[in-house]
């Protein structure tokens, strides 16, 4: 069977080239939907206003409510959005961006930063502003004794002159001046241009000058030697003199920025000053705690750093309970994702279900409560993304915060402490910050904010540290204490207690190990060590099999092989 005669492709090719409407691109109406659409020529003639920038203010009689007149004041952030402000009454976003932002808008002005543009005042009259172009000119800059008054143009060119400061302009006519006749020597320089006194008796007065500036010249010739050792006896006689406080130059005191607070001031009247409390525990708060509580109701700054144990948390609910009766939002950030986890279910239980939210990378869980827990890389995308949420948030609080020193994680704490904005009082918690007042005086400095560092002296719970050698209820009492509650070291418990390892080793070396159950013996160890957090350490590699169920028995006592 023959295959039919198939077509030469130059022939299709001459005649698509020839005839272009032939190709099937060009037939739309087997590719494309058409819809009659009906002209309006009127809507042509509408077109968007443009946003006034002044408004119109009416003015009252406080007293009896009369009208007394109307103001034209201007309107200040017109046109303002996020795509072309960083100001903080710029226009709101759309609702799906207002958490997470949108990568092209501009962020908030940050707190501490002057701003780079020069604002008018709210609410100042128009009439106010308009600028006498007669009168108010400036002749001297700023910095300047002397400035330059320039006149009417003449026939001749335009004439200058200079003004000294504080002096008030003449009226004198223009002098014109001819570049020509000074070259050839036929004009004369004019009194602003010589510097020279010209009068009646400018011949002799010259004459006189002269003469004395000879005379001087001649006296000083004689009696060079002599002054100039003059000079130097005195300059030594300066250098020998030891300067005061009162010679010497005035230097600018440094202002500081971290404010210790003093533990030892006393709170006796803390009811009285804080009659309705944002939040109340079932317990009395420590002196730390009230001195923390007193400083965030008159928003400040705060940087918590206490021990370990000490209720640091109990202010960052006080602050999360604060924003709650301002109708405003607080913003808890934490270094990982896993305390994250852990606040959101702690505040939850505290704050209820509806006060509290948490986003993540991976999960966004109630973002409109007024209290939201999340990573401090999240918080800095915000800022960056410029984030309606940031207007209403009244405290950052940066659980943990001693993770600023991390060599490569660090960075995130530094970009958000500088960009976040003015309105933002910021809460710093911490254990393990060795340099407090100097980090506290940098985060100051940078946000030109007073940072109250507030610290506790000790450890409020005692922590020991103890060996257990023990393996049965036999040996159940050999828990030797190394560490005590000074924490200084016991060098005879530790001898001890590598006794005491060695002596029931070499006694039970037949045995095959212990007939009874470990966990027995720790759960005595802890009820009978409530009132301290213990860290045991086993001398033996059978005890690592026992961590996760000691873990379970008391959360005061950690066992570490």
Wanted: proline fraction near 6%.
């Amino acid at each position: 069977m023959e295959l039919p005669p198939l077509p030469s492709p130059a022939t299709d090719l001459e005649r698509f080239l020839l005839s272009p409407e032939n190709l099937p691109i060009h037939d739309f109406r087997a590719s494309q939907r058409l819809w009659p659409r009906e002209p309006h020529v009127e809507s042509l003639y509408h077109a968007p206003l443009c946003p006034a920038h002044t408004d119109i203010t009416v003015e009252r009689d406080p007293t009896s409510g009369e009208l007394l007149g109307y103001h034209e004041v201007e309107v200040s952030g017109v046109g303002m959005t996020a795509k072309n402000s960083t100001s903080l009454h710029r226009a709101p976003g759309p609702p799906s961006l207002s958490v997470k932002g949108d990568s092209t808008n501009y962020p908030f002005w940050p707190g501490g930063l002057q701003e780079a543009s020069i604002v008018r005042e709210v609410g100042k009259e128009i009439s106010d502003l308009e600028v006498n172009f007669d009168s108010d000119l400036l002749t001297v800059p700023p910095g300047f004794s002397d400035g330059m008054e320039f006149t009417a143009v003449s026939a001749r060119g335009v004439s200058s002159r200079t003004v000294p400061d504080n002096s008030e302009p003449h009226d004198a006519p223009p002098q014109t001046v001819s570049i020509s006749e000074i070259l050839t020597g036929r004009g004369v320089l004019p009194e602003w241009a010589s510097g020279e006194e010209q009068g009646e008796g400018s011949g002799d007065g010259e004459k006189g000058s002269n003469e004395e500036v000879d005379n001087e010249v001649q006296d000083i010739g004689d009696g060079t030697s002599e002054a100039l050792d003059g000079i130097l006896t005195a300059s030594k006689a300066q250098e020998a003199t030891p300067t005061t406080g009162k010679e010497a130059l005035p230097t600018q005191e440094k202002e500081e920025w971290a404010v210790k607070v003093d533990l030892n001031e006393s709170v006796d009247e803390f009811h009285q000053r804080i009659p309705n409390m944002a939040m109340r525990w079932p317990f009395e708060l420590d002196v730390f705690q009230k001195q923390a509580v007193l400083h965030l109701e008159n928003h400040n700054c705060v940087f918590v750093a206490a021990h370990t144990s000490a209720g640091k948390t109990v202010v960052a609910e006080y602050a999360i309970a604060l924003s709650m009766n301002h109708m405003t939002r607080t913003i808890y950030t934490s270094p990982i994702k896993a305390l994250s986890n852990q606040k959101f279910r702690d505040f939850r239980v505290t704050f209820g279900d509806t006060g509290v939210g948490l986003l993540t990378g991976d999960v966004q869980i109630r973002p409109e409560s007024p209290c939201l827990i999340m990573t401090t890389e999240i918080l800095r995308s915000m800022l960056y993304n410029g984030s309606d949420v940031i207007r209403d948030v009244e405290w950052v609080i940066f659980d943990e915060v001693h993770y600023i020193n991390d060599s490569e994680r660090g960075v995130v704490w530094e970009e958000v402490l500088i960009m976040l904005p003015e309105h933002v009082g910021i809460i710093m918690l911490s254990a393990t910050v060795p340099n407090a007042m100097e980090f506290a005086d940098w985060v100051g400095r940078t946000k030109q904010k007073k940072m109250y560092v507030i610290s506790t002296l000790k450890r409020p719970v005692p922590l020991k540290h103890f060996l257990y050698t023990g393996n049965s209820k036999q040996t159940s009492d050999q828990l030797f204490e190394i560490v005590g509650e000074d924490s200084k070291f016991n060098s005879r418990a530790y001898q001890a207690a590598l006794q005491a390892k060695k002596e029931r080793t070499s006694k039970a070396a037949a045995s095959f190990g212990p007939k009874s159950r470990y966990q027995t013996n720790l759960k005595e160890v802890c009820k009978h060590n409530i009132d301290y957090t213990l860290c045991i350490y086993t001398l033996g590699e059978s005890f690592l099999k026992m961590q996760q169920q000691t873990f379970s028995i008391s959360e005061k006592c950690l066992v570490v092989a």
